[in-house]
């Protein structure tokens, strides 16, 4: 066992001293490194992976950036009182959105809307809890954009309420990141929601550089709204060569 674990150490080893200064490498690359069969090389990747030693980052792309460990949301004070009243009412929920990417931030708003994911047969009743609390709470069922929020230039602290079917990407009553990213790109992208591009871009680089990204949990979480080819032409723009590009382009002006 001993010489095992010394003999994937040396792999390593290599592997850092060939790629420490590419930012991705193929299955191909470590199998030319290594000079061992294909079927070798899947382990070996899936062992450093597992152990923390590689971060995989794409289908057949890895990466030996370092990540920090033990990253976590950091609220606003609306969604920890949120948070705070959701968890006595035993009802299913999560909060996603900004609070829980804040963490990958330049620059956080003064203020901003807590999304709040709630099971779809409970939402209209803490709609109401909400309210009688005295907090602004809007229900998104039939609101296809956010220029009827934007004319409430009175309301500082404001809840947008969701129902949601799939509480999987979540954890105590906050969303995953790969589940935040995906909610605030649909938002952004499909309701206007009043973040920039280049901030939303921010923060996926940030997230890479900084945490173990799960890509395939990005994509699997973005077919659940529909925008799954948006979210894997993100992931994957690296692994697409300039002539496709070229001919994508063709063919969207023939449209």
Same mark, same amino acid.
């Given at each position: 066992?001993?010489?095992?674990?010394?003999?994937?150490?040396?792999?390593?080893?290599? *592997?850092?001293?060939?790629?420490?200064?590419?930012?991705?490498?193929?299955?191909?690359?470590?199998?030319?490194?290594?000079?061992?069969?294909?079927?070798?090389?899947?382990?070996?990747?899936?062992?450093?992976? %597992?152990?923390?030693?590689?971060?995989? *980052?794409?289908?057949?792309?890895?990466?030996?950036?370092?990540?920090?460990?033990?990253?976590?949301?950091?609220?606003?004070?609306?969604?920890?009182? *949120?948070?705070?009243?959701?968890?006595?009412?035993?009802?299913?929920?999560?909060?996603?959105?900004?609070?829980?990417?804040?963490?990958?931030?330049?620059?956080?708003?003064?203020?901003?809307?807590?999304?709040?994911?709630?099971?779809? +047969?409970?939402?209209?009743?803490?709609? /109401?809890?909400?309210?009688?609390?005295?907090?602004?709470?809007?229900?998104?069922? /039939?609101?296809?954009?956010?220029?009827?929020?934007?004319?409430?230039?009175?309301?500082?602290?404001?809840?947008?309420?969701?129902?949601?079917?799939?509480?999987?990407?979540?954890?105590?009553?906050?969303?995953?990141?790969?589940?935040?990213?995906?909610?605030?790109? +649909?938002?952004?992208?499909?309701?206007?929601?009043?973040?920039?591009?280049?901030?939303?871009?921010? *923060?996926?680089?940030?997230?890479?550089?900084?945490?173990?990204?799960?890509?395939?949990?990005?994509?699997?979480?973005?077919?659940?709204?529909?925008?799954? +080819? /948006?979210?894997?032409?993100?992931?994957? %723009?690296?692994?697409?060569?300039?002539?496709?590009?070229?001919?994508?382009?063709?063919?969207?002006?023939?449209?």
């Amino acid at each position: 066992m001993k010489e095992k674990k010394r003999s994937l150490a040396k792999k390593l080893e290599l *592997i850092k001293k060939k790629l420490s200064d590419r930012e991705s490498f193929s299955v191909a690359d470590i199998e030319s490194i290594l000079a061992v069969k294909r079927s070798t090389v899947y382990w070996i990747l899936w062992d450093l992976t %597992r152990k923390g030693y590689l971060n995989k *980052i794409g289908k057949g792309l890895y990466s030996l950036q370092k990540k920090e460990p033990n990253i976590k949301p950091v609220l606003s004070s609306l969604a920890t009182r *949120i948070l705070r009243i959701m968890q006595e009412t035993g009802y299913q929920f999560f909060i996603s959105g900004l609070d829980i990417l804040s963490v990958f931030m330049e620059h956080i708003p003064e203020s901003y809307p807590v999304l709040l994911f709630v099971n779809r +047969y409970s939402v209209e009743e803490v709609h /109401d809890l909400l309210s009688r609390k005295q907090y602004d709470t809007i229900m998104l069922a /039939d609101i296809k954009n956010y220029q009827p929020i934007r004319k409430i230039s009175s309301v500082k602290e404001l809840v947008l309420l969701y129902q949601s079917n799939d509480f999987r990407y979540s954890y105590k009553g906050l969303a995953s990141f790969e589940k935040a990213f995906v909610d605030i790109y +649909y938002e952004v992208t499909r309701r206007n929601y009043p973040l920039s591009l280049q901030e939303l871009a921010r *923060i996926y680089i940030n997230m890479k550089r900084r945490i173990s990204l799960d890509t395939s949990r990005l994509i699997r979480i973005a077919s659940r709204r529909n925008i799954h +080819y /948006d979210i894997r032409y993100i992931v994957e %723009r690296n692994l697409i060569s300039e002539k496709a590009h070229e001919l994508a382009d063709m063919l969207g002006s023939q449209n």
